[in-house]
């Protein structure tokens, strides 16, 4: 079982930045692969990026891709997520995500555990 929580959402002005962070029980946290989604009002959940267990490999949905930077601390059992260059339909709950598995993937439902969200408002 493992429990994730979300920290560092907030309220931004459009071209700021944000660290979300997401920090995870258990102890083979380095086994998971993690993921962020993020769901928008009146939207579905849709993939943000993905990290491998080692950290090594990582991904990212092509409206973020370059803006946007996942990485893990699995000393610390966290996940990170530096967003960058703001806009307003960045506005979403953003989620982190963990998969007991090795391999990668973009789908919602493939992963296994979920935190609770974190809130991120850019006003233009």
């Known amino acids: 079982q493992v429990q994730l929580v979300e920290s560092g959402g907030g309220l931004v002005q459009a071209g700021g930045s944000l660290r979300l962070s997401c920090a995870a029980s258990?102890?083979?946290?380095?086994?998971?692969?993690m993921g962020w989604f993020r769901q928008a009002p009146g939207k579905e959940r849709e993939f943000v990026a993905y990290?491998?267990?080692?950290?090594?490999?990582?991904y990212y949905a092509g409206s973020v891709k370059g803006r946007f930077t996942i990485s893990r601390d699995n000393a610390k059992n966290t996940i990170y997520l530096q967003i960058n260059s703001l806009t307003p339909p960045d506005t979403a709950v953003y989620y982190c995500?963990?998969?007991?598995?090795?391999?990668?993937?973009?789908?919602?439902?493939?992963?296994?555990?979920w935190g609770q969200g974190t809130q991120v408002t850019v006003s233009s």
């Open positions: 995500a963990a998969r007991s598995s090795v391999v990668l993937t973009t789908r919602s439902s493939d992963y296994n555990y």
């Open positions: 258990g102890r083979t946290f380095s086994s998971y692969v």
């Open positions: 990290i491998s267990g080692s950290g090594g490999n990582t």
